[in-house]
DNA sequence: CATTGTTCTGCAACCTGGTTGCAATGCTGG
DNA sequence: CCAGCATTGCAACCAGGTTGCAGAACAATG
């Protein structure tokens, strides 16, 4: 996505365009796939940690990102929920344990348990582990 | 369960039933949910916490127990699987965000999602994140 | 344009869970 | 009993995530 529709994207949210926001949601945007605090770190390169940490957490307070756990810490990934309340853009995941890398399974709706009685769900996270198709040949 | 019967289900398993392996197989099986490595260390309170891990891992080699990734770290629970290799024990996990406990959903199957072409799932991890019936009160 | 208060940022420090190296101890088989 | 392997506790380490702080950037106001 080009710098311009990243910022506006921002300012849709809320958040104020900082050129650091814009490079970290552009980093988000051009990504296939869910990236770790630290793959975004080495793929901006000039932002501090501690910054891309506390520009997530701004992201997800204002329903713009994701965040998912799975197994390797914290990915996140943009929201593509047409009302970011209800979240309706869930799906599952799956990790690759050799190239570490998450993906999207996107082919298939996130299928839901039955709750028991009683219990308060606010997020799910279905995480898939095992070989990608790139790091399965040969 | 007893001591015996938990020292004869490590050695149904390959492992030798030493007094602290017995007592964490003791702990998993008391214990309605899975416990992380210091809930062991608490609940136990007399092993070192890389004893634990390494006891873990070994039972985790020998299928003895199933690890779940929660989001809240790694948390151990005794496989009842009639068959270790296929693993059909799997069910989803309800982590408490209130009291930071994880319990099993095992009133439904683990729905299982469609896998595109290509990719080899070794593990699921399905994990729902809120309130429990216990801190949902009030 | 200068001033002021808020926001954003980088750096360094910290914390926690998980992991490993090592030396001491315990056990097993000859 | 002895040699050799398995088990253990301790301490150190590591990485991801998180926080405190002080300076830089910014927006608003007079």
New interface residues.
């Given amino acids: 996505m080009a710098t311009e529709n990243c910022s506006n994207m921002l300012e849709e949210h809320g958040i104020r365009p900082t050129p650091n926001r814009v490079l970290v949601a552009q980093a988000l945007c051009h990504a296939a796939r869910p990236l770790s605090m630290s793959e975004l770190e080495n793929t901006i390169g000039s932002i501090d940690k501690s910054n891309i940490f506390r520009t997530l957490t701004t992201f997800r307070q204002h329903g713009l990102v994701h965040a998912i ?3 390797d810490g ?1 990915r996140y990934e943009i929201c593509h929920s047409h009302d970011c309340e209800s979240d309706d853009d869930l799906h ?1 995941h ?1 990790f690759c ?1 050799v190239c570490r890398k998450t993906y999207c ?1 996107t ?27 790139a790091c ?1 040949k040969g």
């Fill in positions: 756990e799975d197994g914290v599952a799956f344990e399974i082919s298939t709706e996130l299928p839901q348990p039955t709750i028991p009685q009683g219990y308060k769900v606010n997020s799910l996270n279905y995480i898939l582990k095992g070989v990608c198709p399965n």
